[in-house]
């Protein structure tokens, strides 16, 4: 039961251009999302990350939009460049048994920014 | 500063040896955390603690066993490795605000595993 779903595998997107990277949940008790980045060979990164309480975030040319109602949500990079290039992994937390806060992972998404 | 550091980045194993793989954090973390990374998996928990002296099951601990003796370091044992636990293994720290675990988790550089 993937409670975390990154529906696209793949996404290019033209230099300058806008990346908009998606993610769905199921689990109406997450309460925290996160964006991390990841490059070949390399751990995770964590990028930006949203509460339950808002619906947007933003950091530079990063964005994230939370729609609780339609459980949805979306990473947009403006103006996206080349270095951008990576594995987006979308994850949202939840309490856990035991007071710990569960972290569950969609399974990424692979943006490539053509120059 | 180191941040999380994995040791091996790179092993292979026969069916049936055992091996640990260690992970050292130098942020002073309560909370650390091993993952698996799989084709079209994600990240699947294996095992995680929130202390020292303190381990629990995530979502896939059959065949593994952990052992958190140190703040510091966090260890992931392959007691008889099999074909499927080959995989890209990652170590995890985190730190709680005010009790409460809604921030990011620093990630080590990985582990490649094969067993044959």
């Known amino acids: 039961d993937q409670q975390v779903k990154q529906n696209s595998p793949s996404l290019s997107v033209q230099e300058g251009r806008i990346s908009i990277l998606n993610c769905d949940y199921t689990n109406s008790m997450f309460d925290y999302f996160l964006w991390y980045k990841k490059y070949p060979a390399e751990g995770p990164t964590f990028l930006i990350s949203i509460s339950s309480i808002k619906d947007k975030n933003e950091d530079g040319r990063f964005t994230v939009f939370l729609n609780k109602s339609a459980k949805h949500l979306s990473l947009h990079i403006v103006p996206s460049q080349p270095g951008d290039s990576a594995v987006y992994f979308c994850?949202?937390?939840?309490?856990?048994?035991?007071?710990?806060?569960?972290?569950?992972f969609g399974t990424g998404t692979k943006l490539q920014v053509i120059p | 500063n180191a941040g999380v550091t994995q040791t091996p980045k790179f092993r292979v194993l026969k069916t049936g040896q055992s091996m640990t793989l260690l992970c050292a954090q130098d942020?002073?973390?309560?909370?650390m955390y091993w993952y698996r990374q799989d084709p079209g998996m994600g990240l699947r928990l294996i095992h995680y603690s929130v202390g020292e002296g303190t381990t629990a099951k995530g979502e896939v601990p059959d065949g593994y066993n952990v052992s958190r003796l140190k703040k510091q370091n966090f260890l992931l044992g392959l007691e008889s490795a099999a074909p499927s636990q080959t995989s890209v293994y990652f170590c995890?720290?985190?730190?709680?605000?005010?009790?409460?675990?809604?921030?990011?988790?620093?990630f080590g550089q990985g582990t490649r595993l094969t067993v044959v």
């Open positions: 995890a720290s985190s730190y709680s605000i005010g009790g409460l675990l809604n921030t990011e988790a620093f």
């Open positions: 942020m002073n973390h309560e909370y």
């Open positions: 994850a949202a937390s939840a309490l856990g048994s035991g007071g710990y806060q569960k972290v569950t």
